[in-house]
């Protein structure tokens, strides 16, 4: 059972273009973690997000936590090539200890 | 300091092989993980270590599949009778304290098996 859904799966775009990702559940999660994966490395944690309706600024990179606390959105200003690679999302609950869930992720190509 | 390793980055084996993947987490780090990502299917979770116990070895997928952890430090998976389903890049984590889901976790490189 799949219960992070993540879309679109597959995005590529211009440089200095717009774009918002998204991170779905039907399951509520106590925190929701956004990581970023290059090619041949492990993922790495861009943000942690534990309150509904929270919004974190990482520079050009926007997250919001939904008001429910069971979807998620990152949004990416003026993108760079740099910003290229797999985005995953992942939800933790803090009920004595808890290991994440991960959704597939969205590949995410931004060309010169 | 040093990050997460683990060792080998590639290994190709024949099916039927058993194969060992080790992982050497950040010193000082309690919890460690293990997922396995396939093309098209995200991280998928396989073993949680709390110390050398592992409190969660849920997503291991046959009994084909086992880990453990010495000395709170070093741990292996080992997939004996390998098939070619089980082609994946192994990754594995550690993070300082338990388990939780604010706790950032730290990954390796990760371990591209191929099974021929």
């Known amino acids: 059972t799949q219960l992070l859904e993540q879309s679109p799966q597959f995005l590529s775009i211009q440089e200095g273009e717009n774009l918002t990702v998204y991170c779905n559940s039907s399951?509520?999660?106590?925190?929701l973690q956004w990581y970023r994966q290059e090619p041949g490395e492990g993922p790495v944690l861009l943000v942690t997000?534990?309150?509904?309706?929270e919004v974190k600024k990482l520079k050009r990179l926007t997250f919001q936590f939904g008001d429910a606390r069971k979807d998620s959105s990152l949004h990416i200003t003026a993108a760079q090539p740099g910003d290229t690679g797999l985005y995953l999302c992942?939800?933790?609950?803090?009920?004595?200890?808890?290991?994440?869930?991960f959704g597939k992720g969205t590949m995410l190509l931004v060309s010169p | 300091g040093a990050g997460v390793s683990q060792s080998p980055s590639n290994k190709v084996t024949e099916k039927g092989k058993d194969v060992e993947l080790r992982c050497d987490p950040i010193?000082?780090?309690?919890?460690l993980y293990w997922y396995r990502q396939s093309l098209g299917q995200g991280l998928e979770f396989l073993i949680y270590?709390?110390?050398?116990?592992?409190?969660?070895k849920s997503g291991l997928p046959s009994d084909r599949f086992s880990a453990e952890r010495t000395g709170g430090s070093v741990s292996t998976l080992t997939i004996q009778r390998t098939q070619q389903e089980d082609s994946a890049v192994y990754l594995c984590?550690?993070?300082?304290?338990?388990?939780?889901?604010?706790?950032?976790?730290?990954f390796g490189p990760g371990t591209r098996l191929l099974v021929l």
């Open positions: 984590a550690s993070s300082p304290r338990r388990a939780g889901g604010r706790e950032t976790q730290y």
């Open positions: 010193s000082g780090h309690t919890a």
């Open positions: 399951s509520v999660f106590s925190s």
């Open positions: 997000v534990v309150t509904g309706g």
């Open positions: 992942a939800g933790g609950r803090n009920s004595g200890y808890s290991t994440l869930t």
């Open positions: 270590f709390q110390g050398n116990s592992a409190p969660d």
